[in-house]
């Protein structure tokens, strides 16, 4: 007898789980507008939102100058969002937002639609062209509904965002760095510099703009090397202006002297005689 009451139990649980899998093939196959509607939102109110997408696809439609119609879209974009379908939610909300303009839910729409984008955006590592858009849709957002009580998280997946350009801009340029593409490596540093004044990698990217900068002069011609010595000088100077506890000083200091010591050893050049290398 005990081990029968398990037994029993899978049984019941079994049936009940067919029943409700055949009432929801009968919805799908059947006619009923009304009663697909009311299943559909039954479905999303409990969470079910792959049978409810499923339903509220084939009611859009249907309903169509309908009173129904509002609510079934937008809860069709979230259903679509909620499934993780990011592309196809923003498409939605975007959509709903033009076709209700007047609707009460229609700032809630523009902020899921940012918000769609804002999950749509890739690994820092990858291209970017999502992310920038998803800023875009955020700041829009913002400015339209400055008061807006989605504003705190609106802000937060816009610093989001920032923060991953900066990851893919810093990692960008420490990659010719790597690779030893000096004079690729202190143009990438420069615009890291002016597009992220504020960065927490901004004395990594100093000192290794100073250090490539460095090696860039060494490896030019002759005719170049005193300019590109004079702006390893000026990169440091910068350098220990804003950075005096670096735990580079030291390095930086030789390359600094070594620099000197070849721009006291070459003459200036007619910049017009000069060839860069």
């Not at 303009?101 to 918000?115: T, Y």
Request: net charge negative.
């Amino acid at each position: 007898m005990l081990f029968q009451r398990p037994l029993v139990f899978v049984l019941l649980l079994s049936t009940l789980l067919l029943g409700a899998c055949s009432g929801y093939q009968k919805l799908l196959k059947s006619d009923d507008v009304n009663k697909k509607y009311t299943a559909a939102i039954e479905y999303y109110e409990k969470g079910d939102y792959a049978r409810a997408g499923t339903l509220l696809e084939e009611l859009i439609p249907l309903l169509k100058g309908r009173p129904e119609a509002e609510k079934a879209d937008f809860y069709f974009a979230n259903t679509n969002f909620q499934g993780g379908n990011y592309t196809l939610s923003a498409y939605y909300f975007q959509q709903f937002a033009e076709t209700y303009s007047s609707s009460a839910l229609v700032e809630e729409a523009r902020f899921m639609h940012a918000k769609s984008l804002f999950r749509d955006s890739p690994e820092f590592e990858l291209d970017q062209t999502n992310t920038y858009t998803a800023i875009e849709s955020i700041q829009d957002f913002l400015n339209q509904y400055p008061e807006s009580k989605f504003r705190p998280e609106a802000e937060n997946m816009s610093t989001e965002l920032q923060t991953k350009l900066e990851n893919k801009a810093f990692e960008s340029a420490r990659l010719y760095f790597q690779l030893r593409y000096n004079q690729a490596a202190v143009v990438a540093f420069n615009t890291f510099q002016q597009q992220f004044p504020a960065s927490a990698y901004s004395e990594q990217a100093a000192y290794m703009k100073l250090t490539a900068q460095y090696e860039y002069a060494k490896e030019s011609v002759e005719e170049k090397q005193r300019e590109r010595y004079l702006e390893v000088v000026a990169f440091y100077q910068n350098f220990i202006d804003s950075f005096p506890q670096s735990a580079n000083l030291k390095t930086a200091e030789t390359m600094y002297n070594a620099a000197r010591a070849e721009i006291a050893k070459l003459k200036p050049v007619d910049a017009t005689a000069a060839t860069a290398k």
